[in-house]
C-alpha cells in the first residue's frame, strides 16, 4: 500500500459487568400468578425476602428501588381483575412485586463494535491541540439484541486517543411516546408503505383528523381479518402500525455519566435490534448544530432505517426515514446541507452506493447511482462507513467493501465539493484490511466503522474488529487525498 496506516494500540473489548436491570414480563397469566403470590405473603415475609435482594443489586444499580417501582407500577392493570387494589399495597410489597419483573441484561456481552466517532458538545478545559470526543457503539448482547452505548474520550496533539473508564452503572431512558397523530401529516409519511389507494383511503376515513395510536390499532386489525388470504396486503398494514410506533422521545436523567446512557430496541419495529448508528454533527444553514444519527431497526424479519436527533446526548428524538431511498441499510447523512438540499448516501439494493436530496430531513426519494464495485476487494458490495467529512479538495467519503471470502475492508472515496453525485476519485487499494491480529471474532475477516472524523491534520478511523471489539488507525489527510485524486475513478 502507497499510505501509510498507522494502528493504535487502544483497543475496546465487550465488557460482561455491563449490566442493566430491565423489565422482565413472560405473559398474563404467569404475571398474575406472581403477584398473587406476592399479596398472600405476611408483612415479615415481604421485609425477610426483599431486604437481601436491596442489599445485594443496589451496589449494582444506581436506584433498584426506583426501577423495581417502575416495573411494578407497569403491572397496575392486573390488580383488578384479582380484587386486588394496587394503591393499598405497601411501599415494601411494591418493590418485591416489582423484583420479580426485574432482570439484569448484560449489554455487550457478545460483541462491542461498529463504532463511530464525532465531536462532543463539550470542549471546554482542554489543552491546545486536543478534542473531546464522543463514540457509538453497537453493543451486542444475550439473544444477539443489538443496542446504542457511548464513551467519551480525548484525542492529543500527537492523536493518541484516552478514553475515560466507563462508569458504573447503566441506565434505561424515560420513554415519551407521541399519543396524538396528525392525519394529514401522518399519511403523507405513510407514502412509502405502498397500500393501494382504495386501503389507504379507507384507513384515513376510519380515523379523525387527529387520532391515537390505539385508534390506528383497531382500524388495522379489523382489516387484517378481512384481508387474511392477502399476506402482502396484511403485512403493509402492519407496517403503517410500525410507522405509528416509530415515534418516540428519549430522556436520559442528568446525573448519569454518557457511558452509563444506552438506547435500547423501544419500538415493535426494533425488536431485534439497532444496527449501526452513524452519528453526524449536523451544522444548519443558522449555524447551529444537531447531533444526527442514521441506524438500522430490525424486527426479525423486516429492517427500518430510522433517524435519531439530539443537542446534548441526554434527550433524543427518534423517527422513522421513508421513501423509495429509504431502505435497505447503510445510509449516511451529509454535515450541512449542499445547494439547499439535505443529502444522504445510502446502499439501497445491497450492492451499490447512491445519493439522495431531499426538502425534507426524514423523506427521502429518487435515489442516485453513485459507485459501483469496481475493484476485486469490493466486488460483492460497496457501502459507506459513516458521513462524508468536508475537506478542501471535496467531500471524503470512508467506504467499505466485501470481497472474496466475506472479507470486509476500509476504502475511501472522494465528491466534489458542489456536486457530490459526481465522484472525483477512488483508492484502488484498501486502506485498511484485516491482519492476523485481526480476523478472529464474532464474524471473521471483517473491518467496518461508522464515522470517522479529522484532527491535527490526521483522519482517525474507529473499526470494528471482526464483529467483536473495535480498535483505531490514522492516515495523514493530505497524503490520502492525494492519492485518491491519483488513483481517479
Known sequence: MRL??????????????????????NGEARAKSIIQLVAAMSDAEVDITIMPILREFSRRHRNITR?????????????????????????????????????????????????????????????????????????????HVSSIAFRSGIINKNNEISLISPGN?????????NSRYHKHTFFQNAVSIRLPDSVMQEIQNSLPDEFEYLALKKVIREMQQRFQVDHLLKKGLERMLWLA????????????????RVIF????????????????????ENGNVTYYATYTAYDGITIQPKLL?????????IMPLYGEGAQNKNLALFPRKINGKYVMISRIDGINGYIMYSDKINIWENPQLLHQPKYAWEFVQVGNCGSPIETPEGWLVITHGVGSMRTYCI???????????????????????????????????????????????????????SDYASGFATVKLEKLLAQIKADGV
Do not use: W
Not at 387494589?85 to 461498529?114: M, V
Open 4 to 25: 501509510s496506516i498507522e494502528r493504535k494500540s487502544t483497543k475496546i473489548y465487550p465488557d460482561l459487568k455491563r449490566v442493566v436491570a430491565r423489565f422482565f414480563f
Open 67 to 143: 426501577i423495581f417501582e417502575r416495573h411494578a407500577d407497569r403491572l397496575r392493570h392486573l390488580f383488578p381483575s384479582l380484587n386486588l387494589n394496587y394503591d393499598s399495597l405497601s411501599h415494601k410489597r411494591k418493590l418485591l412485586t416489582g423484583s420479580y419483573f426485574t432482570n439484569e441484561y448484560s449489554i455487550e456481552s457478545a460483541a462491542f463494535f461498529n463504532p463511530s466517532l464525532i465531536e462532543d458538545v463539550d470542549q471546554s478545559g482542554l489543552e491546545e491541540g486536543e478534542k473531546r470526543v464522543i463514540m457509538s457503539f453497537r453493543a451486542v448482547g444475550e439473544g
Open 169 to 177: 452503572y447503566v441506565d434505561e431512558a424515560e420513554i415519551i411516546r
Open 245 to 260: 410506533d416509530s415515534y418516540y422521545e428519549l430522556n436520559f436523567s442528568l446525573d448519569t455519566d454518557l457511558s452509563d
Open 265 to 284: 430496541p423501544y419500538s415493535e419495529a426494533e425488536s431485534r435490534g439497532i444496527e449501526d448508528a452513524r452519528f453526524v454533527r449536523y451544522t444548519s
Open 309 to 317: 436527533q439530539t443537542r446534548d446526548f441526554y434527550n433524543f428524538n
Open 411 to 465: 476504502g475511501a472515496s472522494l465528491l466534489d465539493l458542489n456536486d457530490p453525485g459526481r465522484e472525483i476519485g477512488r483508492l484502488r487499494e484498501p486502506l485498511l484490511m484485516p491482519n492476523k491480529d485481526e480476523r478472529e471474532g464474532y464474524v471473521p475477516n471483517v473491518l467496518y466503522s461508522c464515522g470517522s472524523m479529522v484532527h491535527n491534520d490526521e483522519l482517525i478511523i474507529p473499526y470494528g474488529l
